[in-house]
């Protein structure tokens, strides 16, 4: 039987139902699970994958759940020859950055999800350390292969641990007694549900962008709280589109991985995730709307404030010009010679920009 090449031997001291795993250190800090389950319940034994593996098969009736974060190209390699899985599905597994899809092979599956997290208004966001990093929210990936009698998670990024799924299952024996297919379903259905909670959020952003869209003055940082909101929004349907047609495939084709009594469970996280997408569109929609409106508000405040300028402008250039034309001192102005020739001319100046300023009063310029 091949051999996989771990960090570290997997070894569980508190390997016993009904608590949940605890991952071993790597060396190279990504852990590593390995748990044979047999009709739903955890088993009470400490397995590397190849004794796991031989055990299931075996057995018949069992399976092994392998969960991985962020493991080195060695192990995948390894895991794949172990497990039989598809070459290229294995180069999809070592690379980050995936699309969400599902893929086909003989005998196994490969679902990659793309997991969101929108942090709370006034939460810093840590530093950007891989391409999917971004804005306020976090992202990474879980990569799901199912087998007849096995499951493999492969994590990336920080967000997006399944220990405390794994717990959930094991206390949920009915359901994990279904298979892998069980597995796949659960990690479906909490990317989906941290999907609608990401979105419940950011509607709640967008209501409040939208009821002061037009109430509150127009502002170049009310148009960048706009752009981010637009760009999260992207970035989420980016996650849930991909999932919706595959999803839809697992509840409605019959396939030999997925029993029949989990199609029906398939098909309501689908539903969950094309009412998400239909209710991001018009998130998008309404940003871009109220976008184009906060725009054209900024520059008709523009335009206003450069007629306000103008008419200024207007004003100030009548006593300017009065004082440069007396300031050259030539012998025939009125004013040296005439008594009343200054206060004469500072009157006509200020009735001239008295008149000059109703009138652009009156046309809203001032």
């Given at each position: ?140 990936e879980i990569l799901v292969f199912l087998g007849r009698d096995f499951v493999v998670t492969v994590r990336h990024g920080e967000y997006g641990g399944l ?174 010679h005439w008594p009343y020739g200054y206060p004469t001319l500072l009157a006509l ?18």
């Amino acid at each position: 039987m091949p051999t996989v090449r771990h960090h570290t031997e997997t070894r569980f001291a508190n390997d016993v139902p009904g608590r949940p795993a605890r991952p071993s250190t790597a060396r190279h800090g990504h852990p590593i699970d390995c748990v044979v389950y047999r009709d739903g319940v955890r088993q009470q034994s400490t397995l590397t994958p190849e004794e796991a593996v031989g055990q299931v098969r075996e057995d018949g009736a069992a399976f092994v759940w392998i969960g991985l974060h962020e493991p080195d190209e060695a192990t995948l390699r390894g895991l794949g020859d172990l497990l039989g899985l598809h070459p290229p599905a294995v180069d999809a597994a070592v690379r980050a950055g995936q699309r969400p899809k599902l893929d086909r092979h003989a005998d196994t599956l490969l679902a990659i999800f793309r997991t969101v997290r929108r942090l709370p208004a006034g939460v810093a966001a840590p530093a950007p350390t891989d391409p999917g990093a971004h804005g306020i929210a976090q992202t990474g990936e879980i990569l799901v292969f199912l087998g007849r009698d096995f499951v493999v998670t492969v994590r990336h990024g920080e967000y997006g641990g399944l220990r405390a799924l794994r717990f959930r299952l094991e206390r949920e024996q009915a359901r994990l007694a279904a298979g892998p297919s069980a597995v796949l379903h659960a990690v479906a259905e909490r990317v989906v549900s941290d999907y609608l909670h990401a979105a419940q959020t950011l509607q709640r952003a967008v209501a409040a962008v939208e009821s002061t869209a037009f109430t509150a003055p127009a502002q170049a940082t009310q148009a960048e709280r706009i752009f981010l909101l637009r760009h999260e929004t992207r970035e989420l349907r980016r996650a849930v589109r991909p999932i919706i047609k595959p999803l839809a495939m697992l509840a409605s084709e019959p396939l030999h991985l997925v029993p029949a009594e989990l199609r029906e469970h398939f098909g309501g996280v689908a539903d969950h995730a094309a009412q998400l997408g239909e209710q991001l569109a018009g998130h998008e929609e309404l940003l871009s709307s109220i976008a184009q409106a906060n725009l054209m508000r900024i520059a008709a405040g523009q335009r206003e404030d450069l007629r306000r300028i103008a008419a200024w402008a207007a004003i100030i250039a009548v006593p300017a010009t009065a004082a440069v034309g007396y300031g050259v001192n030539l012998a025939s102005m009125p004013g040296p010679h005439w008594p009343y020739g200054y206060p004469t001319l500072l009157a006509l100046a200020f009735v001239a920009c008295l008149t000059l300023h109703r009138s652009f009063r009156r046309r809203g310029w001032l």
